[in-house]
């Protein structure tokens, strides 16, 4: 059977090349960015057909989730569900988790072992590791009555299956057969700091579900958005985890999809002015750790970087923060709501002190995290604030209106470069 994936397959009628739903992008600018884009009902149909289900790798798992013959892990790719698995041979597999006879879901765990088949609880077909159909219950009917067709051949029916690749233990999926490699895909500069982080074997840690009240592409532009990480967060500035005035820069792939921000050291860059003269927020003498040991980090990667953020087009985070690891996946769930999957990683020859480092320093991150609570919720703000604003613009000018790499970050430009991968997927 042919697997490819055709696009256009139940598009939304078809814009003129350049054009979106509403118009040409205005000002034909990477800086400025419509508000109906977080709104309009087509255009998020479009976007599952030509992003998630396009030329482009999907986060689907990690390696280490399903390290033996028949483990799965169940997730969501854009609107589609999938299974991903372990096959005998050690390759894994992805395939729509939909049952080729009536559409039932064919897995409902998150995840667990099979040793040869899963079978739809509906009507019990069967699928292989590969996602081949194997069996049909009753296929002959019973007493000579009843049954399939005789000309009805299983191997022109299963459900769609996905191209697999892995990187550093992490799981990527594609429909698309136009999709580069991996390697290719990223560009050297973020593919090294993937490598950087990801340089050994891991260890799950913990994971959990995280919805949010706002579109995909919210929380998408707020991981590329170091402009604010230090102005929201008063914990990151307080406790100099991340200031605009520390060391540190942006990385931006050349076509703009990916990216990775970092901050190099504690100190304060020489000569600039200190947040508290700025009147800001960000800043508090009464803000203290009644547990200082929650920041007491190591140094584990020899380059001094506290804190990276690295983003992979289009629903990945892979992030470092002191000695708390984590790969986040971004899963829409509508023009106004997604889920975000967060899974805690150590390394396989972590010391029980590390293991109880990273444990604490998980509390910095998620839905309560001491850092990341805040954006959990603006996101919410951002969608509720542009409710009547379909046709007004935002500014994404910090740093200019370019998508490229800078030794600050102070700027916006990551955020400009998923705009401009974003068009080009979207032929806008």
Known sequence: MDIRH???????????????????????????????????????????????????????????????????????????????????????????????????????????????????????????????????????GINGAGGMSKDFRRETHSPRKWRTTTLSGLVFATLSPDTPPIEEY??????????????????????????????????????????????????FATFRITRLTQAGGVLVSPDGAHHSSYTIGTADVPGTEAFREKGLRSESDDYKLADPSLLDPVEEFGDKIQLQILSIFPGLVLQQIHNCLAVRQVVPKGIDKMELLWTYFGFADDTPEMNKRRLKQQNLVGPAGFVSMEDGCVGGFVQRGIAAAGDKISVVEMGGSTAESQATRATESPVRGFWKAYRRYMDY
């Not at 973020?190 to 994971?207: A, D, H, K, Q, Y």
């Open 6 to 140: 055709d696009a256009s397959v139940h598009e939304p009628a078809a814009t003129p090349h350049g054009q979106t739903p509403h118009g040409p992008w205005p000002e034909d600018s990477l800086a400025r960015v419509p508000y109906w884009i977080y709104q309009d009902q087509d255009n998020y149909a479009r976007e599952m057909r030509r992003i998630f289900e396009g030329a482009t790798w999907n986060f689907v798992c990690l390696e280490a989730d399903i390290p033996n013959k028949g483990d799965y892990r169940t997730n969501q790719v854009g609107g589609m569900p999938v299974i991903v698995v372990r096959d005998a041979d050690g390759s894994i597999n992805c395939f729509e988790n939909r049952c080729a006879h009536r559409g039932a879901l064919i897995a409902f765990d998150d995840g667990g072992n099979v040793q040869n088949n899963f079978k739809c609880i509906y009507h019990a077909w069967s699928y292989d590791l590969a996602g081949n159909l194997r069996g049909i219950a009753f296929e002959r």
């Open 186 to 235: 990223l560009g050297a500069e973020v593919l090294g700091r993937v490598c950087r982080v990801l340089n050994r074997p891991i260890r799950i840690m913990g994971r959990f579900t995280q919805p949010l009240p706002n579109n995909w592409k919210l929380y998408v532009e707020n991981v590329k958005d170091t402009y604010h990480a230090s102005l929201l967060h008063l914990f």
